[in-house]
């Protein structure tokens, strides 16, 4: 059965230090790969996505996530947080045909 | 193009009683799906539909009910709502599996 660990369930950042956001996941064949995020009282919105080629993928508002097989990890990275970026993120694994596994999130918080 | 619609946003039941949430979405998309997220639990699938008529359960389906009728819209139903079913509950839909859209999420309170 696939499954997402997201290691960390607070992290706090200052603003304008690098991010990165741990995700682990398992799955039996090549997974298909996301990251949400979830603003207080909002929905989910699609980051960034991997479903095959370069392993490193250019996300919106300035993440990027890199995919590493051997680690199977897919972590969230950004070099500058802002004090928007406060919110809760999740990774979610797929088959590319059905339903996909978030993992339990990790809440951002940004300190000034 | 309004992407993924819910009604109500928010809703209070008392143990016992029924209700509906209507999940509509304007993409074409053939998936459909309800989740119910509570805290440091993250995101539970409910139930499923691959395609207009079908449905399949998920994760946490018990005490609930779904029908797609028309590829449009999906219903989540609670024929007798406990509460343990106060949640926050997200519909969401997909090109088959890939990337899903999701709604802004109704708030239930059950009393």
């Known amino acids: 059965a696939q499954s997402v660990t997201q290691p960390d369930i607070h992290i706090t950042v200052s603003e304008g230090a690098s991010l990165e956001l741990r995700c682990n996941y398992s799955?039996?064949?090549?997974?298909?790969l996301f990251w949400y995020v979830q603003s207080p009282g909002q929905g989910l919105q699609l980051l960034l996505k991997?479903?095959?080629?370069?392993?490193l993928v250019q996300g919106i508002k300035g993440f990027e996530a890199e995919f590493k097989r051997s680690q199977s990890s897919f972590n969230l990275r950004k070099p500058s947080v802002h004090w928007s970026d406060a919110a809760e993120y999740f990774c979610?694994?797929?088959?590319?045909?059905?339903?996909?596994?978030f993992g339990k999130g990790t809440m951002l918080l940004v300190s000034p | 193009n309004a992407g993924v619609t819910q009604t109500p946003k928010f809703r209070v039941l008392k143990t016992g009683q029924s209700m509906t949430l209507l999940c509509a979405q304007d993409?074409?998309?053939?998936?459909m799906y309800w989740y119910r997220q509570d805290p440091g639990m993250g995101l539970r699938l409910i139930h499923y539909?691959?395609?207009?008529?079908?449905?399949a359960k998920g994760e946490v389906p018990d005490g609930y009910n779904v029908s797609r009728l028309k590829k449009q819209n999906f219903l989540l139903g609670l024929e007798s709502a406990a509460p343990s079913q106060t949640s926050v509950y997200f519909c969401?839909?997909?090109?088959?599996?890939?990337?899903?859209?999701f709604g802004p999420g109704t708030r239930l309170t059950v009393l």
């Open positions: 993409m074409n998309h053939e998936y």
């Open positions: 799955y039996g064949a090549t997974p298909y």
């Open positions: 991997y479903f095959s080629g370069d392993t």
């Open positions: 979610a694994v797929g088959s590319g045909y059905s339903t996909l596994t």
């Open positions: 539909s691959v395609g207009e008529g079908t449905t």
């Open positions: 969401a839909s997909s090109y088959r599996g890939n990337e899903q859209f």
